[in-house]
């Protein structure tokens, strides 16, 4: 089964830095699509980042750009997130995805994602 396991999230200052992990198992994790989204309470999920891990390919979403670097470890089989110059709007629960699996369909940042991570969360005040 895949499994997507989160890392990382805490509670930083506006302008600080924080970096997310998300160890995938249960697939072969080369060529997938993987990414990051984020939720904050009441608002909708949203795209944050996404990489290919074939190409290494990636996807930002504008909110993030400049900002927000993610990268690949591919012998880890693990995706990060780094998130400098972090902001109060940034406060959300971040979720891994990928495509491999079958526990849903969302589509998004070119792919179709179907498996997640049970969900990290960042508070930045």
């Known amino acids: 089964d895949v499994q997507l396991v989160e890392s990382g999230g805490g509670s930083v200052q506006a302008g600080g830095s924080l970096r997310l992990s998300c160890a995938a198992s249960?697939?072969?994790?080369?060529?997938?699509?993987m990414a990051w989204f984020r939720q904050a309470p009441g608002k909708e999920r949203e795209g944050v980042a996404r990489?290919?891990?074939?190409?290494?390919?990636?996807y930002y979403a504008d909110s993030v750009k400049g900002r927000f670097t993610i990268s690949q470890d591919n012998a880890k089989n693990t995706v990060y997130l780094q998130m400098n110059s972090l902001k109060p709007e940034d406060t959300a629960t971040y979720y891994c995805?990928?495509?491999?699996?079958?526990?849903?369909?969302?589509?998004?940042?070119?792919?179709?994602?179907?498996?997640w991570g049970q969900g990290t969360q960042v508070t930045v005040s």
């Open positions: 249960g697939y072969s994790y080369n060529r997938n699509c």
């Open positions: 990489i290919a891990t074939g190409s290494g390919n990636t």
């Open positions: 995805a990928t495509d491999r699996g079958a526990s849903g369909r969302y589509v998004g940042m070119g792919c179709v994602f179907k498996s």
